[in-house]
C-alpha cells in the first residue's frame, strides 16, 4: 500500500487523538500536497488539514485551533493531532496524497491520486 492509516479509536468529546499516515518513499517524495480527509455517513468527504513539500499546514474552519497537520520527511510520514473533539468530528478519516493543485483544503477529493484505507474515529458525547 502507498498509504497507511493508524490511530483511530473511539473517545470522548474533549479527547485527543494523533492520526499517522505512513507513505511509501516514492509517493511521498513525488507528492506537493497531502492531506487528512473525513467522511461521515452520507455525506461527502471533506478535507480536515493539507500540507505541502515545504510543511504549510492549512486548515478547514471546523477543525482550526483544534487539529494540528505536520509531517516528518525522515519517516515519511504525516500526522494528524486532534484535540477537543466533538461528536460531529466522528468519521472515517483518510490520508491522500496528490500533485498539480493548489494544496488547500477547498481542493476537492477528486483532484488527489493516492489515498489510504482509512482509520475510523469515533467521539462519543
Known amino acids: 500500500a502507498q498509504l497507511v492509516e493508524s490511530g483511530g479509536d473511539s473517545v470522548q468529546s474533549g479527547g485527543s487523538l494523533r492520526l499517522s499516515c505512513i507513505a511509501s518513499?516514492?509517493?511521498?517524495?513525488?507528492?506537493?500536497?497531502m492531506a487528512w480527509f473525513r467522511q461521515a455517513p452520507g455525506k461527502e468527504r471533506e478535507a480536515v488539514a493539507t500540507?505541502?513539500?515545504?510543511?504549510?499546514?492549512v486548515y478547514a474552519m471546523s477543525v482550526k485551533g483544534r487539529f494540528s497537520i505536520s509531517r516528518d520527511d525522515a519517516k515519511v510520514t504525516m500526522y494528524l493531532q486532534m484535540n477537543n473533539l466533538k461528536p460531529e468530528d466522528s468519521a472515517m478519516y483518510y490520508c491522500?496524497?496528490?500533485?498539480?493543485?493548489?494544496?488547500?483544503?477547498?481542493?476537492?477529493?477528486?483532484?488527489?491520486?493516492?489515498w489510504g484505507q482509512g482509520t475510523q474515529v469515533t467521539v462519543s458525547s
Open positions: 491522500a496524497a496528490g500533485s498539480g493543485f493548489v494544496c488547500l483544503p477547498s481542493v476537492s477529493f477528486r483532484g488527489y491520486s493516492t
Open positions: 518513499k516514492s509517493t511521498y517524495e513525488r507528492s506537493v500536497c
Open positions: 500540507i505541502d513539500s515545504d510543511g504549510r499546514p
